[in-house]
């Protein structure tokens, strides 16, 4: 039987109800790069850099239902972004389980409740 040998991954797609709303939250607070989209792709949606793999995002007339399903960035400053994001009044929550060593990190939503994890190397400068 063939293995199978994942390279890397590619993307990870995520519903939103408001795409001028998901850019301001992606591009303006978290800092991606939106990246052009194939011409064929006819239905609202944004594509951003995020480094390593790509975020697609796609609109849907209904949101998604919450749940522990989420997805994770890695950030120079667990602090910085903690208070940039309590700022535009976004809740920064972690109850201490799964606790990763060398690894600090916070959970957030975005404006339609997908939940993000945000990390930093303990060991990392500032």
Same mark, same amino acid.
């Given at each position: 039987?063939?293995?199978? %040998?994942? *390279? !890397?991954?590619?993307?990870?797609?995520?519903?939103?109800? $408001?795409?001028? %709303?998901? /850019?301001?939250f992606y591009t303006g607070l978290l800092g991606l790069r939106e990246? &052009? !989209?194939?011409?064929?792709?006819?239905? &609202?949606?944004?594509?951003?850099e995020t480094g390593s793999a790509v975020l697609h995002v796609v609109? %849907?007339?209904d949101r998604d239902a919450e749940g522990r399903r989420h997805i994770?960035?890695?950030?120079?400053?667990?602090?910085?972004?903690?208070?940039?994001? !309590?700022?535009?009044?976004?809740?920064?929550?972690?109850?201490? /389980?799964?606790?990763?060593?060398?690894? *600090? %990190?916070?959970?957030?939503? $975005? &404006? $339609?409740?997908? !939940?993000? *994890?945000?990390?930093?190397?303990?060991?990392? &400068?500032?």
């Amino acid at each position: 039987m063939a293995a199978i %040998r994942v *390279e !890397r991954m590619d993307h990870v797609a995520i519903d939103v109800t $408001d795409m001028d %709303r998901a /850019r301001a939250f992606y591009t303006g607070l978290l800092g991606l790069r939106e990246i &052009p !989209r194939p011409a064929s792709f006819d239905f &609202p949606g944004a594509w951003f850099e995020t480094g390593s793999a790509v975020l697609h995002v796609v609109s %849907r007339p209904d949101r998604d239902a919450e749940g522990r399903r989420h997805i994770c960035f890695v950030v120079k400053n667990l602090g910085d972004a903690a208070a940039a994001m !309590r700022a535009a009044g976004f809740p920064v929550s972690n109850d201490g /389980r799964g606790t990763i060593p060398g690894i *600090e %990190r916070f959970y957030t939503v $975005d &404006p $339609d409740g997908n !939940r993000i *994890e945000i990390q930093c190397s303990s060991t990392s &400068p500032g």
